[in-house]
């Protein structure tokens, strides 16, 4: 008996477990994904921040030193400039990046998956006698829906501002952004 022969002997409901299994896995792989890349991006964007705002402070304190230490002066403001140079290059990594709008992009997929996952659950609990439930293959094209939204909308909005060369590339695959 061929393989096929063995998958349309199952009985439906088997085929349906298995069907319904398998888009679990991928939501959960999908989402598990999404959560720690998003998770990824939100330290980097934390990070940066919280170092310019630290570079930001300590220049202010050591320009205020240099009114009150004249002799030192030429030293501290040479420091100045030094802290001031390397703040423009983190805020440079950060626009060139975009963590911050990685982070929120990526989390906002991550919920969507995470609501789809959540139906699919709740179709294992629904009584049969109820309204029709969705259907998995209806399931499945949103999520696919979901991941080519997300990755039209990383292309056109995070990417195309990033690199104005790359503004027609393909998207990540599965939407995500590395």
Request: glycine letters at 6%; one cysteine or more.
């Amino acid at each position: 008996m061929s393989e096929r022969d063995s998958f349309s002997a199952q009985p439906e409901e088997q085929i349906k477990m298995s069907e319904r299994m398998y888009l679990s896995a991928q939501l959960k792989e999908l989402i598990d994904g999404f959560y720690k890349v998003s998770k990824k991006h939100k330290r980097i964007h934390r990070a940066l921040r919280y170092t310019v705002f630290a570079m930001t402070a300590c220049s202010t304190v050591l320009a205020s030193f240099a009114l009150y230490f004249p002799a030192y002066q030429s030293g501290i403001s040479l420091a100045i400039v030094f802290i001031s140079v390397a703040s423009g290059v983190v805020t440079s990594i950060e626009g060139l990046r975009k963590p911050g709008e990685l982070w929120i992009h990526e989390r906002t997929t991550h919920y969507a998956l995470k609501d789809l996952k959540r139906e699919l659950e709740y179709l294992e609990y629904r009584p049969a006698d109820q309204n029709p439930p969705p259907t998995l293959d209806g399931i499945f094209t949103r999520m696919q829906s979901i991941l080519g939204a997300s990755g039209d909308k990383w292309n056109r909005d995070i990417a195309s501002r990033s690199d104005p060369h790359n503004a027609s590339g393909p998207a990540p695959p599965g939407g995500r952004p590395e």
